[in-house]
């Protein structure tokens, strides 16, 4: 027989496999410093693009005085228990009656994390009998909610309507069988490239199914939406999503995320929610904290502005340099080029250590062989300089990558790696 850990001895799994190249400097990086447009890597100041802060709030006075206050009063203990049992406050009842009129919807229920949340809220909404129909770029909080379902399950193309269509088709066909319902979850935002979800075309087939709709908006919270509440304002179609989430750990840069909707749904989830029965509430200065947040989100405008104005001056620039970004609809930047995974590693190093530019590496497996994704998150913190800077680096690095530089750079490892 086997020993169980044979496989971890053998084999690090597809991510692991690159740690030795990796580890450090591609993935587990050490940005240190007060988080903003500039922070350190490796003891050199750096443009980060890659920290999800979209309104920079993470280092806003009001917000780091408030987090520290509520950090005095109430320590990191309280409350102790699940919600159910002691870990229910006053505060965190009008934190979700606040999050639920920002998102207009009748009711929220807050969540320790997005990640766990998103997995338990489809684990809560399904039955064996109902059917789910989701997007097979889906993120993973998505996929591992969909593993726990023990009934069908059907992914659609990416962002393709004719291919919902297809699988609500065949949803309903089971659903008629079973006596279940059906569940459609998108993304508010694709995190990767950019795009919206198609809620408006989603909500168009209510017309001719019946099925309940779940959003995951993570990075439409906050940032799209005339008032900020999300992909669902700006595509005019909130009221028509069932089960709306956003995460506190991007615009609101901070922990913990909501589910929002109508009463009765919300208070169901409340009751069925094991993410939320069997863990700790909700630490009382990230409740506290998140009522700050969201109360500038309210009242400062022109932090969207800001960020906006960053994300137009960054996507603009890049494409009249000619750059493919892709369709992104939104703030996340993403910039295809062309380039093996050794190739990748030497024109990142390139771009962080001889023009001070930080940003994500993406690269096959998440995307296709000879693919190489460098993702930006622009946010209102940065400056017209640092957008400068940066447009001037990737005029550099797409120079050298094209003109055979980092392909010689990078030989050994190619050959090291079998690439
Ligand atoms: C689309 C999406 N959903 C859910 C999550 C998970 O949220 P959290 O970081 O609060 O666990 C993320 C990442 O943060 C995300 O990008």
Redo the contacts with the bound molecule.
């Keep these: 027989m086997k020993d169980l850990f044979d496989k971890i001895y053998k084999d690090k799994g597809p991510l692991g496999k690159w740690a030795d190249q990796a580890e450090g400097y591609f993935v587990f990086p050490k940005l240190e410093g007060e988080i903003g447009n500039r922070m350190k890597f490796q003891g050199k100041e750096v443009i980060t693009w890659s920290v999800?802060d979209y309104l920079g709030l993470a280092n806003h006075p009001e917000v780091r005085k408030v987090d520290a206050e509520a950090a005095k009063q109430y320590g990191s203990a309280y409350p102790m228990g699940a919600r159910m049992m002691s870990g229910h406050t006053n505060l965190h009842e009008q934190l979700q009656n606040e999050l639920a009129e920002f998102v207009s919807k009748e009711a929220a229920y807050l969540l320790n994390?997005?990640?766990?949340?998103?997995v338990s809220t489809i684990d809560a909404l399904v039955g064996k009998d109902d059917v789910i129909v989701y997007d097979v770029d889906a993120?993973a909080?998505?996929i591992d909610g969909v593993r726990l379902h023990m009934g069908k399950r059907f992914t659609y193309k990416h962002n393709d309507v004719a291919s919902i269509e297809k699988n609500l088709q065949r949803a309903e066909k089971i659903a008629q069988q079973t006596g279940g319902g059906i569940l459609l979850i998108s993304?508010g935002v694709f995190?990767m490239r950019g795009e919206q979800g198609k809620l408006k075309e989603i909500v168009a087939l209510k017309e001719k199914y019946n099925f309940r709709l779940f959003v995951?908006d993570?990075?439409g919270f906050g940032t799209l939406g005339k008032t900020g509440a999300g992909a669902g304002e700006e595509q005019g179609v909130q009221d028509q999503i069932d089960v709306y989430?956003a995460?506190?750990?991007?615009s609101m840069a901070s922990?913990?995320?909501f589910i929002a909707g109508d009463q009765e749904v919300i208070d169901y989830l409340k009751y069925n929610l094991r993410s939320q029965m069997f863990a700790k509430s909700l630490q009382m200065q990230l409740v506290v904290g998140a009522l700050k947040r969201l109360d500038m989100l309210r009242s400062m405008p022109e932090l969207k502005e800001k960020l906006w104005e960053n994300v137009n001056a960054l996507q603009n620039g890049l494409k009249e340099r000619g750059f493919d970004i892709g369709t992104t609809q939104s703030c996340v930047t993403p910039v295809y080029l062309k380039g093996s995974i050794p190739e990748a590693m030497a024109l990142v190093k390139d771009l962080r250590e001889n023009h001070g530019v930080f940003c994500s590496i993406v690269v096959y497996p998440v995307i296709p062989k000879g693919l190489i994704l460098l993702r930006m998150i622009p946010t209102a913190s940065h400056t017209m300089k640092d957008i400068e800077e940066t447009l001037e680096a990737f005029s550099s690095i797409r120079e050298r990558l094209e003109n055979g530089t980092y392909k010689r750079l990078s030989a050994g490892v190619a050959a090291a790696m079998g690439d």
């Design positions: 999800n994390f997005g990640y766990q949340g998103m993120h909080c998505i993304e995190g995951d993570a990075h989430f995460t506190f750990a991007k922990t913990g995320a």
